[in-house]
């Protein structure tokens, strides 16, 4: 048996300080899991139940260079399209009814990504209640820089994130604030889906999401971790 066309290539993210590629499966992103972004997105700050959406795997823009440049083109079908950075978290293996306190041994690593929305299409998915995909699974969506091995990083569970927008800082958060932790997130999801190897978590954004307008050059960071660099074109 062999394909009857050439199959697309496998999406992947490079690995810091190597021509290694991590493959992936699939995407999982959280929504509101800091407080402050939710009150800022109008919405209770208390511990409710996560909840989650997918990106496609072929929707992230990997770095380009060590410097995690790369191009982001405005999306079509939006004039409100906004940046949210995010820590990413890469699962070596997987499975399901993972309990929180094995949850760790499943990280490969970790990198930042940003979370780019189509806040004009998600605030009309919301309002009639449809799906989110056309707001968050499209072309290029979903940039990432370099992904480090756990075993370089350990857990990374407090440390500066932030964000800024030609220069001017415009998220600033700490990953102590996040509201559902990893090992709790890996725990919870693993109860929805069997997790598997090549599988990234977004694990939500701060609070000081706004637009992004042709020629806008994003920055992005987290404390211990390569940066990422996206022009928008
Ligand atoms: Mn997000």
């Known amino acids: 048996m062999d394909y009857v066309i050439t199959p697309p290539a496998i999406p992947a ?50 770095s380009s260079n060590q410097d995690g440049g790369n191009i982001f083109p405005y999306p079509s079908e939006s004039q409100d399209v906004h940046y949210e950075i995010e820590l990413v978290v890469a699962l070596s293996d997987g499975g399901s009814q993972i309990p ?28 009639t209640g449809r799906p989110w995909d056309t707001a968050k699974a499209f072309d290029h969506s979903a940039p990432i820089g370099r992904l480090h091995p756990i075993s370089e990083t350990g857990i990374m569970n407090t440390g500066r994130i932030w964000l800024a927008l030609n220069g001017d800082i415009r998220q600033d958060g700490n990953l102590n604030q996040l509201i559902w932790k990893i090992p709790e997130l890996i725990s919870y999801l693993s109860q929805l ?3 598997k190897t090549g599988d990234l978590i977004f694990t939500g954004t701060p609070s000081g999401v706004g637009p992004v307008m042709k020629g806008d050059v994003l920055v992005g960071g987290i404390d211990g971790i390569s940066g990422i660099k996206v022009t928008v074109s």
């Open 100 to 127: 929180v306190d094995k949850a760790l041994d499943h990280i490969w690593g970790f990198a930042v990504g940003i979370d780019m929305t189509r806040r004009d299409l998600q605030a009309e998915a919301k309002k």
């Open 193 to 195: 889906f069997t997790l």
């Open 13 to 62: 993210v490079v690995v810091a300080g190597s021509e290694n590629l991590f493959p992936l499966h699939r995407v999982y992103c959280v929504g509101r899991n800091y407080a402050d972004h939710a009150i800022e997105m109008g919405h209770d700050p208390s511990r409710e139940d996560p909840f989650f959406f997918k990106k496609s795997p072929d929707n992230l823009l990997a």
